[in-house]
């Protein structure tokens, strides 16, 4: 009787352990955004239609053909005339970038943003406990994560994490790998600084699908403070719900489809092929495959099974068959889409059924800042809040897709209302752009480079 009795008891504290230690576990699992910092050059930065100019001009690679080709790109990219290149680009040696152009180019977007965070949020740089750097094109040793480790004298057992490699969705993924460290690391402060050094690895060949690169591609970056402190939440700004991650890296068609290589005049450079969209879509389909029955309704889960049943018993495509698409819009209030280029958000925007208001920041802020990779997401967040957009309550979903290939989403909970003005503070006004207007001057300048005349003509 006396070992039944202690078996029972052993059994019931175990029980009791399981669930204390799932209760506990279940607590650190929270992971809030207690602030963020987008990075804007100084003006003299600023890649304008001359200074675009001055830059495709002095490629003597380049003839008439791939200057046509350069016009019709930049005039359907997007992009304004505010957006901001690299020094060493800008300087006219960016066929011959040195290490210290691609420190000064870094140092320059983490410093910066860096700084105003803590000034901010008025967490001292010691406290944080995990630092995640995402830069894809430059690893250098020391690590850029012991660069900010120096400068800002952090403590000797921070956890620090190098991400390379990984392309515009690499924010997405250093947000994933944070929100996976704080299950084991309590009360925790990180940091994420998601940019790209675009300086040393400008294209100064001539090859078109190597050549998009350097149309779409500018300068910029963010830093992110995130929390796992629940005495914190009511300081947060927003509170992650949900992250999915698809990689495709299997697949050979979708490994290639976005790769760094060399010409064949050696020329380094980024080659984007035309399977780019169809891994992206497969891609995208998985992401949401995974990530859907986490934020839509069962009501909505129940109408798009019973449409799509029906739609398979007819077989025949009718004007209700278009009604089976899931409505994303049922669990979720905004969409932070990547501002990789125009066709990136066109294409996105189809085939989830979004309005141009839900398109419209993704657009303004491709059109203000260009693609910077990795830190475009954060520039799109804030345009929606100064835009004051963003209630308590309110649910966004952030779609990144990158190089491997890679679809990385996530979807946040705004935990009160949100109205600063930040980065978008002194063009505000301006925007938004209408979509007539989003065609920026090369027409106009430059649209003698396609008169047929010019086809007898020799250009050394």
């Known amino acids: 009787m006396e070992l039944f009795i202690t078996i029972c008891f052993l059994l019931f504290f175990c029980i009791i352990s399981y669930f204390y230690k799932r209760f506990f576990q279940i607590r650190n699992q929270c992971c809030y955004m207690l602030a963020y910092e987008c990075f804007k050059a100084s003006d003299d930065r600023k890649l304008d239609t001359e200074a675009c100019v001055r830059v495709v001009i002095r490629n003597k690679n380049l003839g008439l053909d791939q200057y046509r ?20 680009v800008l300087a006219g040696r960016e066929e011959t970038p040195t290490l210290e152009d691609a420190h000064s180019e870094m140092d320059e977007i983490m410093f910066d943003t860096l700084d105003k965070l803590f000034a901010k949020t008025g967490v001292s740089p010691s406290e944080i406990d ?8 430059f690893s250098p040793a020391p690590s850029l994560t012991a660069r900010i480790v120096n400068r800002y004298k952090m403590r000797d057992n921070i956890k620090t994490f190098s991400l ?11 947000v994933d790998l944070v929100q996976h460290l704080f299950k084991t690391h309590k009360n ?3 940091i994420v600084v998601s940019t790209e050094t675009i300086g040393p690895h400008w294209y100064c060949g001539k090859e078109k699908s190597m050549m998009l690169s ?20 009511h300081q947060a700004l927003m509170k992650l719900s949900h992250s999915v ?10 490994y290639g489809c976005c790769i760094q290589i060399e010409d064949e005049q050696g020329y380094q450079g980024f080659l984007l092929t035309r399977s780019l969209t169809k891994a992206a879509a497969k891609a ?19 109408r798009f099974a019973i449409v799509s049943l029906c739609k398979s018993k007819r077989k025949s495509s ?17 969409f932070c889409i990547h501002p990789g280029g125009r066709a990136v958000i066109d294409g996105l925007g189809m085939s989830l059924g979004l309005s141009e208001y839900d398109l419209e920041p993704s657009r303004m802020a491709l059109h203000r800042f260009g693609n910077t990779s990795a830190g475009g997401l954060w520039y799109v967040l804030g345009y929606m809040e100064a835009k004051k957009r963003l209630k308590k309550g309110d649910r966004i979903l952030m779609i990144s897709l990158g190089a491997g290939f890679m679809c990385n989403n996530c979807v946040w909970e705004v935990t009160k209302d949100l109205e600063d003005s930040n980065v978008w503070e002194d063009t505000l006004d301006r925007y938004p752009v209408s979509r007539e207007n989003l065609v920026n001057p090369f027409t106009e300048k430059y649209s003698w480079i396609n008169d047929e005349c010019l086809n007898f003509v020799r250009m050394d």
């Open 245 to 254: 991650r698809t990689n495709m890296g299997a697949n050979d068609e979708a």
């Open 284 to 302: 995208f389909t998985l992401n949401l495959k995974a990530l859907v029955p986490k934020i839509l309704p069962i009501s909505e889960l129940l």
């Open 318 to 334: 009718t004007p209700e068959s278009a009604k089976a698409g899931l409505n994303l819009k049922t669990g979720i209030e905004h």
């Open 164 to 174: 390379s490699g990984m392309g515009c969705s690499a924010s997405m993924v250093a």
């Open 69 to 88: 080709f350069l016009l019709q790109t930049m005039v359907n990219s997007g992009l304004g005339e505010e957006t901001y290149g690299p020094r060493n």
């Open 130 to 137: 995990i630092l995640v750097v995402d830069v894809s094109l």
């Open 188 to 190: 925790a402060f990180a």
């Open 214 to 233: 350097n149309c779409l591609f500018r300068s910029g970056g963010c830093s992110v403070l995130l929390t796992n402190r629940r005495s914190l939440k």
